[in-house]
């Protein structure tokens, strides 16, 4: 095992969560008390199905000006690689 999953063997040296991995989540237990059909319901920042948080705007573009305070630099794939052909 050590061998095979050794992220997961260091991390059992720090010790085992209590509830052995199957914690439910608060806003699980929320969900089910207020009797929602869905968690997004009670989550306090939920996204919708495309995974955008509609109050915040984000995802959003970022600006240059942002990037290159970060000192970062948006490099993008060379065209048609990653594209599966449907032939």
Do not use: C
């Not at 959003?60 to 032939?87: A, D, M, N, R």
């Amino acid at each position: 095992m050590r061998s095979k999953f050794p992220a997961l063997w260091n991390a059992f040296h720090f010790g085992a969560p209590p509830h052995g991995g199957i914690a439910p989540g608060f806003d699980r237990i929320v969900m089910l008390l207020a009797d929602e059909p869905n968690i997004r319901e009670v989550i306090a920042f939920p996204l919708n199905q495309r995974a955008q948080d509609l109050m915040m705007g984000a995802p959003s573009k970022v600006s240059p000006k942002q990037l290159e305070e970060l000192h970062l630099q948006i490099k993008y794939p060379p065209q048609g690689e990653g594209k599966e052909s449907t032939g």
